[in-house]
C-alpha cells in the first residue's frame, strides 16, 4: 500500500529556511508525480509544488517560487522540499502526495502532514 511519511517540520523564524523531507513508499518512485499540498489556517488547501521524478521535472505556485526548490533522492525514494525566505503566510500543514498529474484534484494518496509554523 502506499505510504508516504512527511518529516521536517517546526517552529521557525520569518526569514528563515527548513527542508520538509517525504519518504515513499508502496509505489513505482519514478512513474509517480509527488506533490505537496499545504493548508494554513482559515486557507484552502493549495498544491505548492511537484516532481516527476523519473525526468526531474518540477512545477511551483507563485506563492512559493523562487523561495522553494522541490527535489528527489531517487535512491531513496524521498522527495524534498527546502523552503527559504518564510514568510508568515507560509504557515501551514505540509502534506506529501502523489498523483498521476501536477493537479490537487488528481492527488490520490496523501499522508500524514507536518506542520510548519513560522513566527515574526
Known amino acids: 500500500d502506499v505510504q508516504l511519511q512527511a518529516s521536517g517540520g517546526g517552529l521557525v523564524q520569518a526569514g528563515g529556511s527548513l527542508r520538509l523531507s517525504c519518504a515513499a513508499s508502496g509505489f513505482t518512485f519514478d512513474d509517480a508525480v509527488i506533490g505537496w499540498v499545504r493548508q494554513g489556517p482559515g486557507r484552502e488547501r493549495e498544491l505548492v509544488s511537484c516532481?516527476?521524478?523519473?525526468?526531474?521535472?518540477?512545477r511551483y505556485e507563485n506563492s512559493v517560487k523562487g523561495r522553494a526548490t522541490i527535489s528527489s533522492d531517487n535512491a531513496k525514494n524521498t522527495v524534498y522540499l527546502q523552503m527559504n525566505s518564510l514568510l508568515l503566510e507560509d504557515t501551514a500543514v505540509y502534506y506529501c502526495?502523489?498523483?498521476?498529474?501536477?493537479?490537487?484534484?488528481?492527488?490520490?494518496?496523501w499522508g500524514k502532514g507536518t506542520l510548519v509554523t513560522v513566527s515574526s
Open positions: 516532481i516527476t521524478p523519473g525526468n526531474g521535472a518540477t
Open positions: 502526495t502523489v498523483g498521476e498529474y501536477c493537479r490537487l484534484a488528481d492527488m490520490d494518496y
